[in-house]
């Protein structure tokens, strides 16, 4: 049975964000999730899949930890509260996968681009392969969900973003070099002080990279960045802005370039040491009506991990180019198990995205 | 003549009994032995890591109540003689096995699932000591034992493949004989009108939920106090220093106690108030019952199950509900009308309840 089957669906949410909540009750209203401080990124996949319900004519409960209906009474409970309901959309950061018995379970990873999120799903993958064979589907990744060849391959339903993730606008701030420290690179380039993105529009061309802990850990794609960097470095008509992972927890700019500079660093790309004004970190996305660099002409460069759904369609159609790199890598944690199935990649990114082959050796 | 029945053999992994204070599956094994050894059925031996161990110091350990004699007399060389366990005879696990397939017949048993379903709760390497091996563990498993049916429902959840191993364990409670007698000839406990909340204090118990209902009218009107019996911990300051001066006062924390003294807060308690989130049996549940004491337990997991009629069960996400609960639990009808319910209740989880699905696995 497909996802969006029946007169309502139930969504359970995980744990982690959960647990920092005082919830009004084990049912809430979709309403109450996105009032409550969960993540950005949880908000906007409830916001994401409560938009789909609605424009499908289905009405859409929220369950805050589906472990609790293990048996008897409380499933009662759940079924009068939320009665019609047969499909479980389980919202998951990749560290557990909850199946409501007597629902067929679905699964949305929304937030793998931490790398800790992708590590605790490669374990879970081993340690519970079974409960992975009998995900109904999943949302907006295309993963093999296991240890070996017999690997689980869960359907994928596409979902878009109608509206793009919130966050403040982006502080950019040029990169300065430095191969023998990254924490002095960061810090030269966080003392440096912030650009104006009015300053920037006259470049030819805006190359916007928006990089995750995954996509790095990937040594393959990281040498990808590295050569985009290199060759921005002697092209200064070029804009190319380097979107900083988020990662876990509350960190400043200065440590959250220290934390990715090491892709870069052991690439084996020689990046010249040096402030090159023409090469930004951003702190958050890069969104059209944040600033004017979007409308500059753009090409995007994504690694196959990345979360599409955080833009719109319209983010990516006003694109020269969008490049979806993709694997295998089998040295580097990216991937290790669940790994990325091959898939046509316009039906993510638009009709202007093309699939790049990537390969450690190049 | 009429021919006699060789008895069936058992080995069971004893490593539980081997940790110097024994609380849950240390008690869950201690019991499983017991019920073993008073059933009769089956010829119950002893390993520790496939390693024999004789009967006499797995029983002083048991009448001692702790594993730190055991570990000593294993590993003074003197007194055993280093035996390989019996292979040939089924082998039970009263928790995680350390090994896989080294008998024709082997069983683990599963106490709950929150390692995989709860991960936030839980150091990685506790998840690593559950999970990493369980898959191989119900591979090799000839019948892997659940000590509820919730956890059989959630085991079969995430892996269908151990539908047709799955049986169920039921524990039972066993306070010493000698509990009654002396509690009986004690002045009573001068603490008022009190509930009782019973075990660890961590995220899962749920004891926030209690807490902020402190500043509900409900509880406000309630003349109860509470009486936390386990360590103060885990935000209970945090919640503590939010709650007005006169809610404080009603939350008494006794921290780690003997069995006796928890016998004696639980005996003298209106009723127990279990307010966790995810439970694999809940045995605090029982041992009130098994005093007469209703529970106002959360409707959560094995909760209901052992539960059943002897109390009053709410949304463990709900504070409204559960002060709800707690006003129509603490009226003194209702709780005259649970306390036999409790009894007949507890009554139900017995010593040959719990020998039984394992001497007829071991009969094979």
């Given at each position: 049975m497909s996802l969006f089957t029946g007169a309502a669906l139930l969504l359970s949410l995980p744990g982690a964000e959960v647990e920092r909540i005082d919830w009004p009750g084990s049912l809430v209203a979709p309403g109450e999730i996105l009032a409550a401080p969960v993540s950005p990124e949880l908000r906007a996949a409830v916001r994401l899949v409560w938009g789909e319900a609605l424009r499908r004519g289905m009405a859409m409960h929220c369950v805050a930890r589906p472990e609790l209906f293990a048996d008897g009474p409380s499933r009662r409970w759940l079924r009068t509260r939320a009665p019609g309901v047969t499909q479980h959309l389980c919202l998951s950061d990749g560290h557990a996968i909850k199946p409501l018995a007597g629902l067929q379970t679905h699964v949305f990873f929304y937030r793998l681009v931490d790398r800790a999120n992708m590590l605790a799903l490669a374990r879970l993958c081993r340690r519970a392969g079974e409960l992975m064979a009998q995900v109904g589907s999943q949302v907006n990744t295309h993963l093999a969900l296991g240890d070996d060849v017999d690997a689980a391959r869960p359907p994928s339903v596409l979902l878009h973003a109608a509206t793009p993730l919130e966050h403040p606008p982006p502080v950019l701030l040029p990169l300065f070099y430095n191969c023998n420290s990254d924490e002095d690179s960061a810090n030269r380039t966080e003392q440096a002080g912030p650009v104006a993105a009015e300053r920037l529009t006259d470049a030819a061309r805006l190359h916007y990279l928006p990089l995750t802990e995954t996509a790095l850990d990937d040594s393959a794609f990281a040498r990808v960045v590295a050569r985009t960097v290199l060759e921005a470095c002697f092209d200064p008509t070029r804009l190319l802005v380097l979107r900083l992972p988020a990662g876990g927890g509350e960190r400043t700019p200065a440590q959250r370039i220290a934390a990715m500079l090491p892709a870069?660093?052991?690439?084996?790309?020689?990046?010249?040491?040096?402030?090159?004004?023409?090469?930004?970190?951003?702190?958050?996305?890069?969104?059209?009506?944040?600033?004017?660099?979007?409308?500059?002409?753009?090409?995007?460069?994504?690694?196959?991990?990345?979360?599409?759904?955080?833009?719109?369609?319209?983010?990516y159609a006003g694109a020269e180019q969008v490049a979806v790199c993709a694997g295998p890598d089998p040295a580097s944690p990216a991937h290790l198990p669940p790994t990325c199935l091959p898939y046509d990649v316009r039906d993510a990114y638009g009709p202007r995205a093309i699939r790049r082959r990537i390969d450690a050796a190049a | 003549m009429t021919?006699?029945?060789?008895?069936?053999?058992?080995?069971?992994?004893?490593?539980?009994?081997?940790?110097?204070?024994?609380?849950?599956?240390?008690?869950?094994?201690?019991?499983?032995?017991?019920?073993?050894?008073?059933?009769?059925?089956?010829?119950?031996?002893?390993?520790?890591?496939?390693?024999?161990?004789?009967?006499?110091?797995?029983?002083?350990?048991?009448?001692?109540?702790?594993?730190?004699?055991?570990?000593?007399?294993?590993?003074?060389?003197?007194?055993?003689?280093?035996?390989?366990?019996?292979?040939?005879?089924?082998?039970?696990?009263?928790?995680?096995?350390?090994?896989?397939?080294?008998?024709?017949?082997?069983?683990?048993?599963?106490?709950?699932?929150?390692?995989?379903?709860?991960?936030?709760?839980?150091?990685?390497?506790?998840?690593?000591?559950?999970?990493?091996?369980?898959?191989?563990?119900?591979?090799?498993?000839?019948?892997?034992?659940?000590?509820?049916?919730a956890t059989r429902?959630?085991?079969?959840?995430?892996?269908?493949?151990?539908?047709?191993?799955?049986?169920?364990?039921?524990?039972?409670?066993?306070?010493?004989?000698?509990?009654?007698?002396?509690?009986?000839?004690?002045?009573?406990?001068?603490?008022?009108?009190?509930?009782?909340?019973?075990?660890t204090i961590e995220p899962r118990k749920n004891l926030g939920l209690l807490l902020r209902a402190l500043a509900t009218q409900a509880l406000r009107r309630s003349p109860l106090r509470f009486v936390v019996i386990g360590r103060r911990g885990w935000k209970v300051e945090q919640f503590m220093a939010e709650l007005p001066e006169a809610a404080r006062e009603r939350m008494l924390f006794s921290g780690f106690v003997s069995e006796f003294t928890k016998y004696r807060l639980i005996q003298g308690a209106e009723f127990l108030v279990f307010p966790s989130i995810y439970e694999g049996f809940g045995i605090p549940a029982l041992e009130a019952m098994s005093l007469g004491k209703p529970v106002l337990a959360s409707w959560s997991s094995s909760l209901p199950e052992v539960v059943g009629e002897a109390g009053v069960l709410f949304d463990p996400l709900s504070v409204g509900d559960f002060a709800d609960a707690l006003e129509t639990i603490a009226h003194p009808r209702k709780l005259a009308e649970l306390a036999p319910l409790a009894r007949s209740g507890s009554a139900a989880f017995t010593w040959q309840r719990m020998a039984a699905p394992v001497v007829e696995w071991a009969g094979g």
């Open positions: 870069l660093r052991h690439s084996g790309v020689v990046i010249p040491r040096a402030s090159a004004g023409n090469i930004v970190f951003a702190t958050e996305d890069l969104e059209e009506d944040h600033t004017k660099l979007a409308r500059l002409p753009r090409h995007i460069l994504v690694h196959d991990s990345f979360d599409f759904w955080r833009h719109t369609p319209g983010f | 021919p006699i029945m060789a008895r069936p053999k058992i080995t069971v992994d004893v490593r539980p009994l081997f940790e110097t204070h024994w609380t849950g599956i240390p008690v869950f094994t201690r019991r499983l032995v017991q019920a073993l050894l008073r059933h009769g059925g089956v010829e119950v031996d002893f390993m520790f890591h496939l390693t024999r161990i004789s009967a006499a110091p797995v029983l002083a350990a048991i009448a001692a109540g702790t594993g730190s004699l055991l570990r000593q007399t294993f590993e003074s060389e003197a007194a055993f003689r280093s035996e390989v366990a019996d292979r040939s005879a089924p082998m039970l696990y009263p928790s995680v096995k350390d090994s896989f397939g080294v008998a024709a017949r082997e069983a683990s048993t599963v106490h709950d699932l929150s390692t995989l379903l709860m991960p936030e709760f839980h150091e990685e390497a506790n998840i690593a000591y559950h999970l990493d091996t369980l898959a191989r563990q119900l591979a090799t498993d000839d019948a892997v034992f659940c000590i509820s049916e429902a959630a085991l079969l959840a995430a892996f269908p493949s151990a539908a047709g191993k799955a049986r169920l364990l039921y524990q039972y409670v066993d306070w010493p004989e000698h509990f009654a007698t002396v509690a009986r000839n004690l002045p009573p406990l001068r603490l008022g009108p009190y509930a009782v909340v019973v075990g």
